[in-house]
């Protein structure tokens, strides 16, 4: 049982990891097709090598640890980035329970009654990463980076966890599986909180800082952000811990209101065949929302940062209150608790 | 005032409206934007496997021409090095010795001819001051070097090969020459 466990830790590890590779490639390939550019193209067929050139190249890179800093909140920084964006990929179903040699083994490694809950803790967790290492570097861009990184991600995750509890009552359930399921075939939740969807959509951009939130890195006022001190597999694990969490907030929304891992017409198959169908379509749907994330990216110039708190604060909240206030009525209409 | 172009819009500062004020209306008309470009021709050129056609008029590096007999046209007058405003050209006149006739079309050459790459301009004027048409400039590009000093070219590579000789004939039609 441990071992299996293990086995699941390893193999979902190096597939969030491996993910997070390739959306790196993604991403640059996304960024030349709407550019009108080809991207990279010497590494390999479909430059399918490129990220592997690319963390040999950080590798290479000379590690320095500037003076002043304080050492090892320096070099604890990333690692807690990585760590919490790697976390939350233990609580999320990735298939129905496939059977090998007669044992049925869970696609997911822990299966928490609170997923949702370990969820939100983990992502309030992740602004340690970047405000500790921003704060050991020393150096006023790279706090004012953070400052706005957690300050966005704190007031985000607001909205965000408002809409969750909305899915949270629909599903009277907690646990991300029962969610899952609760959205058999094509019964996804989008089509009962379409606006639910689009902010909690928005939150999940700005909980990655990714653009059109990326204020914590924006070039051209504050250098590099939160990382400017850093450089080689430091600054990698930075970088890497955001494209994971990429992966993972597509996986969440999906997993929310895209339906997880069913799929229409999913009641003609059974067994390891549904498994595999299963998340086949899991991981289609979390590239597509992916390639929406970097569509967005190259689409929409960044929001001053009034702006940015007005939309979270005044906006976002506020719709998400009255949308959560509206589900409430109708749930307690139709489970009769007026009549 | 009316404008000149037709084009120009007043700026107004009234509110935005509903829609406006969502975002949303306007981030999918941009997105669509972006989503017409994904199906839009490349304007990318992979380098070393496809070069740009260059103009006829392009100046490139230089090129010391020899005559039909594979003599060299250059009798280092010295009229290049006078009229390069960069001060790129140096060269070393010689006298042609006994048995020497068949690779200097003079009685006077160059011993030595250097152009500096770093300090040309590319303007053309050693060219135009040639009265022997001995050097051209040519649509090749003056390759990178880890040296500066890589870059004072001498007569081993400025003087075309004979197996291997630069069709300057485009260069000869073009400008003043052209008309002449």
Same mark, same amino acid.
């Given at each position: ?21 390739y %959306? ?18 010497? *590494? ?24 002043? *800093? ?19 990929? *233990? ?34 967790? %992740? ?45 009277g359930?907690l %646990? ?18 379409p ?32 990382? *400017? ?22 996986a969440?929304?999906?997993?929310? +209101? ?72 109708i749930?307690? +209409?139709?489970?009769g608790?007026?009549? | ?50 070069q ?7 100046? $490139? ?32 006149? $010689?006298?042609?010795?006994? $048995? ?13 001819y ?12 050693c ?47 073009? $400008? ?5």
């Open positions: 049982m441990i071992i299996e466990k293990l086995i699941l830790v390893i193999v979902i590890f190096a597939v969030s990891i491996l993910a997070a590779l %959306s790196t490639l993604l991403e640059r390939k996304a960024a030349a097709w709407f550019q009108d550019r080809i991207g990279p193209n010497r *590494t390999g067929f479909f430059s399918l090598l490129q990220p592997l050139a690319d963390g040999v190249k950080m590798f290479i890179k000379e590690d320095g640890i500037p003076l002043n *800093t304080d050492k090892w909140l320096f070099i604890i920084g990333p690692g807690i980035a990585m760590f919490t964006s790697l976390i939350t990929s *233990t609580v999320i179903p990735w298939g129905p329970d496939l059977e090998i040699f007669g044992s049925k083994v869970a696609l997911q490694i822990a299966e928490f009654d609170m997923g949702i809950l370990f969820i939100m803790g983990v992502l309030s967790i %992740s602004v340690y990463g970047i405000m500790i290492g921003a704060w050991a570097s020393n150096n006023k861009y790279s706090l004012y980076g953070a400052i706005r990184a957690s300050s966005q991600m704190i007031s985000y995750e607001l909205a965000m966890g408002l809409i969750a509890i909305t899915i949270i009552m629909m599903t359930s %646990s991300l599986r029962a969610i899952v399921e609760s959205q058999h075939g094509m019964n996804w939740n989008i089509f009962y909180q606006i639910g969807f689009v902010v909690f959509f928005i939150c999940a951009l700005a909980e990655t800082n990714r653009a059109p939130f990326d204020l914590a890195e924006c070039e051209s006022e504050l250098i590099g952000g939160y990382h *400017t001190e850093y450089g080689s597999m430091k600054l990698g694990f930075y970088l890497f811990a955001e494209y994971v969490n990429m992966f993972i907030s597509a969440i929304i999906s997993i929310l +209101f895209l339906g997880g891992y069913n799929f229409p017409g999913m009641d003609s198959f059974s067994g390891n065949i549904l498994a595999i169908m299963c998340l086949g379509a899991f991981f289609t749907k979390i590239v597509l929302i992916i390639f929406i994330f970097m569509w967005i990216r190259w689409t929409i110039p960044r929001f001053r940062y009034d702006q940015l708190m007005h939309l979270g604060w005044k906006k976002l909240i506020p719709i998400a209150l009255i949308n959560l206030m509206i589900t409430g009525i749930i307690a +209409f139709t489970k608790w007026f009549n | 005032m009316q404008s000149l172009s037709n084009r120009s819009k007043v700026v107004s500062n009234k509110p935005m409206t509903f829609l406006e004020r969502m975002y949303l209306p306007v981030i999918f008309g941009g997105m669509w934007i972006t989503f017409k470009h994904l199906f839009k021709k490349n304007v990318t050129l992979q380098y070393p496997e496809e740009k056609v260059f103009a006829p008029v392009y100046r $490139g590096q230089h090129v010391l021409k020899r005559d039909e007999q594979g003599r060299e046209n250059c009798t280092a007058c010295g009229l290049c090095a006078v009229a390069c405003p960069a001060e790129a050209i140096t060269m070393i006149a $010689g006298e042609r010795k006994k $048995g020497d006739e068949d690779k200097y079309r003079e009685e006077k050459y160059a011993e030595v250097e152009i500096n790459m770093l300090r040309c301009i590319f303007c053309g004027l060219e135009e001051a040639c009265p022997k048409e001995a050097i051209f400039l040519t649509d090749r590009i003056v390759p990178s070097q880890y040296e500066r000093e890589d870059f004072i070219m001498g007569k081993d590579t400025l003087v075309e090969d004979m197996n291997n000789r630069i069709d300057i004939s485009l260069r000869q039609m073009t $400008g003043k020459r052209g008309e002449k």
